[in-house]
Structure formats: C-alpha cells, structure tokens
C-alpha cells in the first residue's frame, strides 16, 4: 500500500514489478478506485500496457541504490531468511528459493533470475498468484478476495494440481516469488543493484529488508545514466 495527502492505494505490488522489472522510472498511472486491478493475478498484461503506451529514454540520469555491505533479515520462528549483499558484476540478481515443507502440495523450487527488461518479461512478469485450496475460506471470511475465481490466480489443491488453470512453467510459483521481491523492493524508490537470496520470504520480510537497507545505506544512492 501507499498513501499521500490522505489518499491511499492497495495491491500496488504487481505494478511496482512491473515498472521496476521494464526499468521505467517516469510514469503516470490513473486509477478510479482505491486498489490495483489484479489482472490475472500476474503483471503480464501490465507490461504489455507499458510496451503499447510507449517507453521513452530520457535524458535525465537514473537513481540506482548499490549494496555496499550485507543486510540481512531472518527469523528462526518463521524459518525465513534474506540476504542481500554487493555484487561483482553491476545489476540486480534475485535467488529465490521455495520451500513450504513435506507435507506441502507445492515442491519446493529454488530458481536465480538476473533482472533486465528482457529477462522479467521473458521469465517472471507472466508467473500468477498461488494460493492453496485449504487456504482460501480463511482469506475470504477475512474478507480477501471474495470476487477472485481460479482464473484470477493458481489454486493449488492437496494432491498439488492446480484447480481451473494450468501452469505456465513447472515452477511458475517461485517465479511469482520473485516477482513479488522486485515488487517490494521497487519501493526503496530507485533501482536496487546487488544480490539477494531469498529463503520463504514474503512480504513482511522483503518490507523489512528495504527498511534495513535505507538505514545502512542513506548515502549510496546516486545518478547514472542508462
């Protein structure tokens, strides 16, 4: 979520992905409600709209955040972990690795993506949202997703098969995992260059790590043209 002067707007990370991921720093968005519509429950539509509206190089220099030291947040109750620290190489690369357990009907999956233009909308931007079956009562008697069918995003039931869908790749799951990293991480406000190795992290721990890599790093950010 994000507010200003009063006004706030929810489910902004599929396009704080998409907008990092297509590396567009310049761009006005209208909305007439107070949440992001949710598409397909990926940002691949979301990027098409960019590439259709036009993407312009401009001449003022881009503002880039480059990891100078490790920051870390994990949890041993949660059994999460994310690191994040300098790379030899200039960019952003982002492992992330899947891992609910046994007894999950989703297997674990671990995959690295080196984020450019090309590289997010060829393998990331069209991975959807993924919830489990037994999950979904408790989310909507918490008033989530009331509206949502299983072509909104991927419903996985006990046996691991998807409901009313089909995957788009055998690990769409950690896909969106690293989709929804650039998302949260778009929010420090300038491109992220360094490494990050993710370990069942979500949200709060992403939100987390951004806090953490402000403080350490209040005088790195700087302008570079692309």
């Not at 990027?47 to 030291?69: K, N, T, W, Y």
């Not at 987390?208 to 043209?225: D, F, G, M, P, V």
Request: glycine share 8%; proline share 4%; charged share 25%.
């Amino acid at each position: 979520m994000i507010a200003c002067d009063g006004m706030q707007v929810e489910l902004i990370e599929h396009v704080m992905a998409a907008l990092a991921g297509m590396w567009i720093d310049n761009c006005l968005i209208q909305l007439n409600g107070p949440e992001v519509p949710g598409f397909d429950g990926s940002c691949q539509e979301l990027c098409q709209l960019f590439q259709a509206a036009g993407i312009v190089e401009q001449d003022r220099p881009r503002e880039v955040l480059s990891l100078r030291m490790p920051v870390q947040v994990s949890s041993r109750e949660d059994d999460t972990d994310l690191a994040a620290r300098p790379m030899k190489r200039d960019g952003l690369a982002i492992t992330y690795q899947l891992d609910y357990g046994e007894r999950s009907p989703i297997a674990p999956q671990t995959l690295t993506a080196e984020i450019t233009p090309e590289t997010f909308v060829r393998d990331i931007a069209f991975a959807r949202t993924f919830v489990l079956e037994s999950e979904i009562a408790t989310l909507q008697a918490a008033g989530y997703g009331r509206r949502v069918t299983h072509q909104d995003m991927l419903v996985f039931d006990a046996r691991g098969g998807v409901i009313g869908n089909e995957l788009r790749a055998r690990d769409e799951c950690v896909r969106h995992k690293i989709l929804d990293c650039l998302g949260d991480f778009a929010l420090i406000g300038c491109d992220l260059r360094g490494y990050v190795n993710a370990y069942r992290s979500g949200h709060r721990q992403n939100h987390e790590l951004i806090r953490r890599i402000l403080l350490t790093h209040q005088s790195s950010t700087r302008s570079e043209a692309i």
